[in-house]
């Protein structure tokens, strides 16, 4: 069996109000990334005009304050189709940045299994304010 050279990869489509995310966005990005959790495969970040109007701005040019510190493993994986779907789901007048991580604990996992005779058939992923308010369910209903 060969390693795994990368585990499952995730597109992330994350919000914020005006024309630039604030730098510490990715500022939490690059504390994941340093700790191995995640490993950064691309980053896009586009606005939308009131008109809907996009423009996705050049990251190494420096169009984008906290940004170019970033240095992504596959730049230019997030295609132009991947832009175009991603971009439908941000409000007109405000802008986006579409974040394309590697999960490395997934790859560790998926590795290990496939060493042991297994494989990973599917994975289903419960968004993070929904677990929070059925664990909150959960523990009301036990006290």
């Known amino acids: 069996m060969n390693d795994f050279r990368y585990g499952p990869v995730e597109y992330y489509l994350v919000g914020f109000e005006g024309r630039h995310p604030d730098p510490s966005i990715f500022g939490a990005l690059d504390d994941l990334i340093g700790a191995g959790t995640?490993?950064?495969?691309?980053?896009?970040?586009?606005?939308?005009?009131?008109?809907?109007?996009i423009e996705v701005f050049d990251l190494e040019a420096g169009e984008v304050p906290g940004v170019s510190?970033?240095?992504?493993?596959?730049?230019?994986?997030?295609?132009?189709?991947?832009?175009?779907?991603?971009?439908?789901?941000?409000?007109?007048?405000?802008?986006?940045?579409?974040?394309?991580l590697e999960l490395a604990f997934a790859r560790a996992l998926a590795e290990n299994l496939a060493r042991a005779g297994g494989e990973v058939l599917r994975t289903d992923r419960i968004p993070a304010p929904v677990v929070n308010a059925m664990?909150?369910?959960?523990?009301?209903?036990?006290?």
């Open 38 to 53: 995640v490993r950064l495969l691309d980053v896009v970040v586009l606005a939308k005009s009131d008109d809907g109007e």
């Open 69 to 100: 510190e970033l240095d992504p493993l596959a730049a230019g994986l997030a295609g132009d189709e991947d832009i175009e779907m991603l971009a439908e789901l941000v409000p007109a007048g405000s802008s986006a940045a579409i974040v394309v």
């Open 135 to 143: 664990m909150d369910i959960l523990e009301q209903e036990g006290e």
